[in-house]
């Protein structure tokens, strides 16, 4: 398997734990109940330990985007349909922005390892 492949792997299961980690802040009431605060611990220390796996071979900033745009389009998406919060106009008009700049590092930018 390709060394990029991993660290993209790496960084998808990072987005995935940190995602997870975030709508378990949510359950854990103000870390008021112990297994929603405990399993969101763990989340993220595995989203930073997966994303820092990531960093082997993909540029820091270019990871840390990836992270933090698909982590806030993800979490958008975990709201709306789980936590049936609404988005407005001016909140989907923000995630089409992130999402086009994250498009637009990892189809133009030199950056990116490919």
Known sequence: MSPTLIAYGALALAIICEVTGSSLLQKSEQFSRLIPTLAMALCFVAALFFLS???KLIPLGVAYAIWAGLGI???SLVSVFVF???LDAAALAGIALIVSGVVVM???SNSVAH
């Open 73 to 75: 389009v993800l979490t």
């Open 84 to 86: 049936r919060f609404t």
């Open 53 to 55: 796996q990531a960093l």
């Open 106 to 108: 990892n189809v133009f």
